[in-house]
């Protein structure tokens, strides 16, 4: 029972996010029923937790500090870290006007950062047991390479494109095995398991949220930029849906229409890219409520027999 009520609560919520808006609407009374069923399943999971035999999160483990801590902090950095593997390339299809493969490889100095980071600092988190410490350095520096892409347009140099995506694969390397090493130094050895596959779970539920928000937020942003911005430039009446149809369709356009669509676009991407920046900032200041392992030992309440 507690799995399906867990299943179904966090199913109506990811299909909440992803068919409100241009499906549903985000108020419409099919979308909040979706909602209001993620809510009271969620409320009807945690009232069987409480009671079950073997539950499947020991819910008591989640008034700890050495545990909430680094899993919002999970939480919060999955809403804004799958996002970016399609805005990155999507922001050079079309801002920055390159071919497909060249937007693909896009994301290579991402995946090289994030290797390297984090085969560096899991090797010095092991040794040193200073988990907080290179969480939100992490963080630190997605957050500084977010607000450093928000700059970006289509005159920026690949050379400084490809750097602001290295930073982010730099920043968010560390952050899966420290999260994670964290939460099992945290806790008992018979919760090793739960410790292991909070984290996992957390950031794939936040994952796919994040990506529908953001992506609704892009193109709620650029409607705007639109509105704004492009539709001085053509004859009243013309729909603006037609001018954004695609790369092509873009790159198709007279001057100075195109230039108008290109901008409007770098905005919307802005606009996004500095909304993940918020949500890394709360991400960075839950990490600091995290423990390291010497202090999370001290935290820990006595160990009790279990029946």
Known sequence: P??????????????????????????????LALLGASVGLGAGFFSWERRAAEPIIELSLLRLRAVWAPLLTTFLYGLSNFAITFLLPLFALVVRGTSAVEA???????????LLSGIVVGWLASRT?????????????YAAGLVLLST?????????????????GLGSGPLNPVLIASLQNAVEERYLGVASSLPGFS????????SSVLGALLGLRFAAHLRSDVRPLVAPGTSLDGLAASPDAIRALAEPLRSAVIEA??????????AMFGIIVFAAF???????PSRASRARPAPHTVR
């Open 265 to 274: 676009y770098r905005s919307a991407f802005a606009d996004t890219f500095l």
């Open 2 to 31: 507690g799995a399906a009520l867990l299943f179904c609560s966090v199913g109506s919520l990811i299909l909440y996010t992803s068919w409100a808006g241009a499906a549903l609407g985000w108020a419409s009374p099919r979308a």
């Open 203 to 210: 950031r794939a539920v936040a994952q796919t949220i994040g």
């Open 129 to 141: 047991q200073r988990y907080r410490r290179y969480a939100t350095a992490g963080l630190a520096t």
């Open 104 to 114: 693909g490889l896009g994301l290579m100095p991402l995946t090289l950062g994030l």
């Open 152 to 168: 970006t347009g289509p005159d920026t140099p690949r050379l400084v494109f490809w750097g602001y995506s290295l930073m982010l």
């Open 286 to 292: 839950a990490a600091r409520f995290m423990l390291d």
